[in-house]
Nanobody
């Protein structure tokens, strides 16, 4: 099992940047694929970015490509989401999720472990 905790959210002006962190417990975190999801006001939760456990290949939803970067530091049991050029429509609660030996999954149902989320608010 793994436990996840997100941090790094906050209030930022449009055009600004934030870096979210997803810290995990457990000695086998390197074997987990990790995804970032978000849920904006009145919207369903959606996939944002993911990184698999083998080779660290990354994948993004089109709306964040070129602005967001997901990375991982297995020595620190942490996955990051660097968010640049933020827009008001990026406002949401951001969640990280993990799946053991996962690949390029985009669906919530594919992830077994979830953090409680961190709020990101982008003002115009």
């Amino acid at each position: 099992q793994v436990q996840l905790v997100e941090s790094g959210g906050g209030l930022v002006q449009a055009g600004g940047s934030l870096r979210l962190s997803c810290a995990a417990s457990g000695r086998t975190f390197a074997r987990y694929a990790v995804g970032w999801f978000r849920q904006g006001p009145g919207r369903e939760r959606e996939f944002v970015a993911g990184i698999n456990w083998v080779g660290g290949s990354t994948y993004y939803v089109d709306s964040v490509k070129g602005r967001f970067t997901i990375s991982r530091d297995n020595a620190k049991n942490t996955v990051y989401l660097q968010m640049n050029s933020l827009k008001p429509e990026d406002t949401a609660v951001y969640y990280c999720a993990a799946e053991f030996l996962g690949g390029n999954e985009h669906a919530e149902k594919d992830y077994d472990y979830w953090g409680p989320g961190t709020q990101v608010t982008v003002s115009s």
